[in-house]
T-cell receptor, first 112, second 116 residues
């Protein structure tokens, strides 16, 4: 089976740091994505990790541990506009296959 | 900026009617996904295509849903007959395989379907 788990909701304060965790169990693995989705809008790409370690991109960083089936998204210097859902997604296979399976998302509320 | 175009943006239809949703992927992208999003289930994968060939539609109710890609510039998702439980937002996403780690897969704005 395939399972991607994230917390349903999180709350943080403007200017703070928040870490959103994602654990996965899938029949194959060819990379992990993080997407941001504001209410009523389409998901937008944030990051992609295929090797273990930390990828930093401005205020956002993403970490992957393939042996533990674990990733996190780190958001620094939180802004009100960061209030959104954050979706973890696993690319299941490489080569000619490769379906992209999403977790149910973590709704982040940033408070003043 | 290149974008994925979905039409219509909104659709209200009566139960039993046929619904067709369209997606124009970004030029040059060889992979297209169809997703359905609801509050309860999140983003569910319905079908996907690689180089216009259907690779997996196991997430799609076969008796009423069909997905096609008649050419590289158009993907369609059809529901016939539609039911109230099909009410959801349907997203199309396109990208490159092997995956482009810089940009991932790009989503269209979605079709919000309401079946009454």
């Amino acid at each position: 089976g395939q399972n991607i788990d994230q917390p349903t909701e999180m709350t943080a304060t403007e200017g703070a740091i928040v870490q959103i965790n994602c654990t996965y169990q899938t029949s194959g693995f060819n990379g992990l994505f993080w997407y941001q989705q504001h209410a009523g809008e389409a998901p937008t790409f944030l990051s992609y990790n295929v090797l273990d370690g930390l990828e930093e991109k401005g205020r956002f960083s993403s970490f992957l541990s393939r042996s533990k089936g674990y990733s996190y998204l780190l958001l620094k210097e939180l802004q009100m506009k960061d209030s959104a859902s954050y979706l973890c997604a696993v690319l299941n296979y490489g080569g000619s296959q490769g379906n992209l399976i999403f977790g149910k998302g973590t709704k982040l509320s940033v408070k003043p | 900026d290149a974008r994925v175009t979905q039409t219509p943006r909104h659709k209200v239809t009566e139960m039993g009617q046929e619904v067709t949703m369209r997606c124009q992927p970004i030029l040059g992208h060889n992979t297209v996904f169809w997703y359905r999003q609801t509050m309860m289930q999140g983003l569910e994968l319905l079908a996907y295509f690689r180089n216009r060939a259907p690779l997996d539609d196991s997430g799609m109710p076969k008796d009423r849903f069909s997905a096609e890609m008649p050419d590289a510039t158009l993907a369609t998702l059809k529901i016939q007959p539609s039911e109230p439980r099909d009410s959801a937002v349907y997203f199309c996403a396109s990208g490159l395989s092997p995956v482009d780690g810089r940009g991932g897969y790009t989503f269209g704005s979605g079709t919000r379907l309401t079946v009454v």
